[in-house]
């Protein structure tokens, strides 16, 4: 699996989230309980990961999408 995000802003991350499950990709969003750490105050950021050979496609839907600006650069 590859990065394919990386923020601390929940709200991305759930519609990155809603686009991957409309596209039928696969995602893992990694980090997603390290608010034990943080005192749930959303420092730590979580990272959306996709599988490698899906990840030239969820960079497009995100680019389409209007948020290519949240893309990991390879």
Known sequence: MIELIRTNDAVIISFVESLMR???????VADQNMSVLDGSIGILPRRVMVDAD???AARR??????????????
């Open 22 to 28: 409309d596209a039928g990709i696969g995602f893992f």
């Open 61 to 74: 839907i995100l680019t389409d999408a209007g948020i290519a600006n949240e893309i990991r650069q390879k």
């Open 54 to 56: 899906k990840a030239d």
